[in-house]
């Protein structure tokens, strides 16, 4: 593995986003319409292999059902407006409207409302009885108080997901979350993360995991980079937790955990990359936050904007550009791969001649940065 010198006194490793990489074509080409991009985790099978993020900019329960009908997995933020808020649509409104020298401290006063368990059983009930699956999602502080209220609700995919997610975490203060022992307890398939690394993403295999998401700091509505230092380029670390996951196989006799690249994929051939890489699925937020009929109205933030102590976020206006269904299955009507985003995927499989996405993660890639005009 190359190591390059920063200094005298400190190596690293070199490693690339998804700018840096671009995917070969090969001899073979087929038709768009005989790829498949459909993925399965656990018992749930689903059409398009997209996770809409659980962020207020990005699911309501309205878009959470509408986006479960295009064939996706949506998941609600169980710690957002809609569990602290009996109805935050105007609440929405005002966000949208903020002016940006004022908008995280007013972020932080809207989200210090507590969360009610009562309104978590109600937004995950709206969800189930439209008939798509129900995905919630809490951070790992919150799971320990909430997960109780979240599976008695009837969740069909519970989602622990943090700037990052480990194994293990040493707390003097409080009692951490044991992952292993929690995920054995728990009767629902289990997706945790985020994790940037070989060793971090293998540890979460261990746990009983059925799904790692891959990142840090790296989505259009985080500053972790200019506030902590901290970074993880997605192309390399998609393909460090895929090798996780083979290795885990080997050692687990055959037990497949889906890894799911969560950060730094807001445009179509960033998705196609993910996949090339080693993704089963990638989850989206600002890419979906661009619908005019998402619940942020051309704006997006999460929940590291609104934190009490240490903002790593803020909101950010990415436009209102297309319907929802647009965005996912076109037609596009822009050419900068923020619209049909699955067609794009679709093209790109068969121009390479991969019928389904398993197959698609064994596509040759080049390291070729992508200089910006």
Excluded at 30 to 48: N, T
Excluded at 296 to 308: L, T, V
């Amino acid at each position: 593995m190359n190591q390059i010198e920063i200094g005298r006194g400190k190596r690293g490793r070199r490693a690339y986003s998804f700018d840096d990489i671009a995917v070969v074509p090969s001899r073979r080409t087929r038709d768009p319409e005989e790829v498949s991009v459909a993925w399965q985790i656990d018992a749930y099978h689903f059409d398009l292999p997209v996770i809409a993020a659980p962020m207020d900019s990005v699911m309501s329960p309205e878009s959470a059902i509408a986006f479960g009908k295009l064939g996706g997995l949506p998941v609600l933020d169980l710690e957002g407006l809609w569990t602290r808020y009996d109805d935050p649509t105007f609440l929405l409104a005002e966000i949208a409207s903020l002016d940006p020298s004022s908008a995280t401290a007013r972020l932080q006063q809207i989200y210090a409302e507590p969360i009610k368990p009562e309104l978590i059983t109600e937004r995950l009930r709206q969800v189930r009885e439209s008939g798509v699956t129900v995905a919630g999602a809490l951070s790992p502080q919150r799971t320990q108080e909430f997960w109780e209220t979240v599976v008695d609700a009837g969740c069909d995919l519970f989602v622990i997901r943090g700037t990052t997610v480990s194994a293990e975490h040493v707390s003097s203060r409080a009692e951490p979350l044991n992952l292993k022992r929690f995920i054995y307890e728990l009767d629902v398939p289990v997706i945790v993360g985020g994790a940037s690394s070989y060793t971090a993403a293998l540890h979460l295999m261990r746990t009983g995991a059925a799904g790692v998401l891959v990142g840090f700091g790296g989505g259009a509505a985080h500053t972790t980079r200019l506030t902590l230092g901290i970074h993880a380029p997605m192309a390399s670390a998609i393909a460090d937790v895929a090798a996780a996951r083979r290795d885990y196989m080997d050692e687990s006799g055959g037990r497949y955990v889906h890894v799911i690249a969560d950060g730094g994929v807001g445009r179509s051939g960033e998705i196609v990359k993910a996949i090339a890489c080693g993704a089963d699925a990638v989850m989206l937020g600002a890419a979906l936050a661009r619908a005019t009929d998402a619940p942020g109205r051309g704006f997006h933030w999460g929940s590291e904007a609104h934190h009490p102590l240490l903002p790593r976020g803020e909101r950010v206006e990415v436009g209102a550009l297309a319907p929802l269904e647009e965005i996912m299955l076109g037609p596009g009507r822009v050419a900068d791969g923020t619209t049909n985003l699955i067609g794009a995927l679709r093209h790109a499989m068969a121009t390479t001649g991969y019928s389904d996405l398993k197959e698609f993660q064994r596509v040759e890639v080049v390291v070729a940065p992508y200089q910006r005009s």
